[in-house]
């Protein structure tokens, strides 16, 4: 079965620092990756997705990705963090066999700081 | 244009009690997808419905249901509930016509208290 970690509950970081948000994923054949970014009492708002080709995605706000296949990563990146950024992110595999399910990390708590 | 929406927005029931959650999906869009996110976990796949069926369903037991309309709305129902049933419950709906690659685009949830 396919899941995904999140081995950071909370990452960190100052404004204007960049950010990185760890992911790594196992799944049986082609990995279908996206992030996602929750808001407190807000659902999910699509960042970026993986589907092939580049191993560098460029999502909504700034934020980017790097796919990594020897690693099984996908890791979320912003060069310089602002305030605004903090929230829940979380990071998932579409499942190989149903279309539409995700599967979800447990999620990490960005805080960025002045 | 309008997103995913959903209601209510917050929902208090006791236990042993039953609910209906509703779903509006994106205009154009024919599949939706239900989840659980249970506080401090990531989201978990309930359901997924395309033009009006069952397209998948995940490990949840079967006091939890769901449907999906011809304008392509849909209803979750859970009966007998538990309070491990509380929980923030969110619908996602995508056009379901371009395969695994597409994008799920979620609703604000619904927040349900049980107690």
């Given amino acids: ?7 950071e509950d909370q990452v960190n970081v100052a404004e204007g620092n960049p950010l990185t948000v760890k992911c790594t994923y196992s ?13 407190p009492n807000r659902g999910l708002q699509f960042l ?13 706000y700034g934020f980017e990705a ?35 399910k995700l599967t979800f990390g447990t999620g990490t708590r960005l805080q960025v700081t002045l | 244009d309008a997103g995913v929406t959903q209601s209510p927005t917050h929902l208090i029931k006791t236990r042993g009690q039953q609910v209906t959650l509703r779903c509006s999906p994106i205009s154009g869009h024919k599949s939706v997808s239900w989840y659980q996110q249970v506080l401090g976990q990531g989201p978990q796949f309930i359901f997924q419905y395309y033009e009006k069926e069952e397209r998948g369903r995940g490990n949840f037991p079967d006091r939890f249901s769901a ?8 209803e979750l129902n859970v009966n ?29 949830g619904t927040r349900l208290l049980v107690l």
């Fill in chain 1, 48 to 60: 970026l997705k993986y589907i092939t080709g580049d191993n560098l995605v460029k999502g909504s």
């Fill in chain 1, 1 to 7: 079965a396919q899941s995904v970690a999140q081995p």
């Fill in chain 2, 80 to 108: 007998a509930l538990l309070l491990g049933d509380s929980a923030l419950y969110l619908c996602a709906s995508s056009p379901g016509t371009s395969g695994r690659g597409e994008t799920q685009y979620f609703g604000p």
């Fill in chain 1, 27 to 39: 799944v049986s054949g082609n990995p279908y990756l996206f992030w996602y970014v929750q808001y």
């Fill in chain 1, 66 to 100: 790097e796919f990594n296949k020897s690693q099984t990563s996908f890791h979320l990146k912003k060069p310089s963090a602002l305030v605004s950024d903090s929230a829940l992110y979380f990071c998932a595999v579409r499942d190989p066999g149903t279309a539409s």
């Fill in chain 2, 67 to 74: 449907r999906q309309f011809p304008n392509y709305s849909s």
